[in-house]
């Protein structure tokens, strides 16, 4: 059975920090791009950083210098690394697993981040 399992989500005041799990079963993270979403309330669903098969990363310009994706493929498993969080960053956190020669994509449940004071 395929699935992503989010953690790490929580409370946390401006300028604190978190750090996001996402855990994959039922296939191998290695041949996937990962890549972390988040969607506030009342907004779209919105690109966070993205971890390719070789390691390359890539992120959205309002995290760029903030947060870090990482992946432990031995693991099987993909962490987002929050510092210097803000208020506007609160949103649910999606897990997304994307195989491109098949274009078959898996989604996690999603992990809530509130940061206020």
């Known amino acids: 059975q395929v699935q992503l399992v989010e953690s790490g989500g929580g409370l946390v005041q401006p300028g604190g920090s978190l750090r996001l799990s996402c855990a994959a079963s039922?296939?191998?993270?290695?041949?996937?791009?990962m890549t972390w979403y988040r969607q506030a309330p009342g907004k779209e669903r919105e690109l966070v950083a993205t971890?390719?098969?070789?390691?390359?990363?890539n992120y959205a310009d309002y995290v760029k210098g903030r947060f870090t994706i990482s992946r432990d493929n031995a693991k099987n498993s993909v962490y987002l690394q929050m510092n210097s969080l803000k208020p506007e960053d609160t949103a649910v956190y999606y897990c997304?697993?994307?195989?491109?020669?098949?274009?078959?994509?898996?989604w996690g449940q999603g992990t809530q981040v509130t940061v206020s004071s």
């Open positions: 997304n697993a994307y195989f491109s020669l098949t274009a078959k994509a898996y």
């Open positions: 039922g296939f191998t993270i290695s041949n996937y791009v």
């Open positions: 971890s390719t098969r070789l390691g390359n990363t």
